[in-house]
Each structure stands twice: as structure tokens, then as C-alpha cells.
């Protein structure tokens, strides 16, 4: 029982040390992997962010609009500069960012979710130029306006 019990422990042990180092979750580079597998085009609407862009029924709420979820629960700004790339090749017609929540919870600094909102945009400019960018802040917002 007792070396069941330190077998057990050495392999949570492991199991915890490593999920400390991966940068994303399994659930994370899976929905990443399918979002470059899925096409971006000039005519989209891109809604890309956390878990609060992952939940919602953008299609429902805009029935007559091309839009395309790009949220990953758990995403801060660093991922969603990551992973650009796959969104602005495409060239969409707008794009919404809905990020930073979980930059804050995580403590990351003020100046570092400035900044990388800062690439995010420089990005999105340079690569994309005729695409729209809205930064949504988490709170109450009219969308339909923006729309």
C-alpha cells in the first residue's frame, strides 16, 4: 500500500509539474488547430477572444451577418496575438477583440496587456489594412450599434 501510495504521487506529481510548463491547454491548441483549418474571408466578421467570445451564439445574434467565432475559454492577449495570423490572411471585414479579463486575473501587468493589445492592432493594420477593428470592454456594451 505504501509504494502504491508513493507511485501515485510521483505520478501526480509529474502530472502537475508538466501541465506548469505547457503554455495551452489541451482544449486550447485543439481549438486553435481547427481555427486555422477553418477559412477567414473579406466578407467575415471576426469575433476573437476568451471564454466570454467561446460561449456566445454569434451566428443567432446576427442572423444575417458572416460571423465567425474565434474565442477560446481561457485565452489572454498573448494568445490571441499568437495565433492572429490564421484570422488576418483572410482579410475580414471587421474584426472584434474581447480580451483581457483573464490577462488580469493572472496578474499580468498593466504595460504587457497594453502592449500586446498595442501588436494585436499593429498586426491586424499591417496585414490587413481595410479591416475594421473594435476593441470591446467587458462590460455592457450595444454591439447591434456597431454592427
Do not use: C
Not at 473579406?42 to 443567432?60: H, L, R
Not at 490571441?80 to 477583440?97: H, M, N, Q, S, T
Not at 499580468?108 to 501588436?119: A, D, F, L, S, Y
Request: charged share 25%; no cysteine; proline share 2%.
Amino acid at each position: 500500500m505504501k509504494h502504491f501510495l508513493i507511485t501515485l504521487l510521483a505520478i501526480l506529481f509529474a502530472q502537475l509539474s508538466e501541465a506548469q510548463t505547457q503554455k495551452y491547454s489541451t482544449f486550447y491548441v485543439q481549438r486553435a488547430n481547427l481555427f486555422r483549418e477553418l477559412a477567414i474571408t473579406f466578407k467575415d466578421i471576426v469575433f476573437i477572444g476568451n471564454s466570454i467570445t467561446n460561449g456566445a451564439e454569434w451566428n443567432e445574434l446576427f442572423p444575417r451577418k458572416r460571423v465567425k467565432n474565434r474565442g477560446i475559454s481561457g485565452d489572454t492577449s498573448g494568445g490571441v496575438y499568437d495565433r492572429l495570423d490564421a484570422i488576418v490572411k483572410g482579410k475580414p471585414a471587421k474584426i472584434f477583440i474581447l480580451i483581457g479579463i483573464n490577462d488580469i486575473s493572472r496578474g499580468i501587468e498593466v504595460e504587457t496587456i497594453v502592449q500586446n493589445m498595442k501588436q494585436i492592432v499593429e498586426k491586424i493594420q499591417n496585414e490587413s489594412p481595410k479591416t475594421k477593428i473594435y476593441k470591446i470592454i467587458h462590460r455592457q456594451v450595444k454591439i447591434r450599434e456597431i454592427m
